[in-house]
């Protein structure tokens, strides 16, 4: 998890160091509240010149789209190929 404020660079060494290809922000109360993927910065980075110092806030993918722990599989993978998403909170 990072903050809604955590650097660009910040956020690619977190990934890269965990072998991870998404990060959740959260907020001051450490509340999910959206979520930056590798799609994310790829994206983000070729649709202007940016700088590794944009925030997370600036990147993630808003809102953050979650399912229930009582939700079956199904549910879950029709939530995630209406929203085309390939992570899913739980």
Known sequence: M?????????????MKNNNIDS?????????????ITER???????????T???????V??????TIKDTNSLIDALRIMNTDYLEDLLL
């Open 2 to 14: 990072v903050q809604s404020t955590t650097p660009l660079f910040q956020i690619c060494k977190i």
């Open 23 to 35: 990060v959740i922000v959260v907020n001051e109360s450490q509340s999910p509240i959206g979520i």
């Open 40 to 50: 994310d910065i790829v994206y983000n980075i070729a649709q202007e010149e940016v």
């Open 52 to 58: 590794l110092l944009l925030q997370s806030q600036d």
């Open 60 to 65: 993630m993918t808003i809102p953050l789209i």
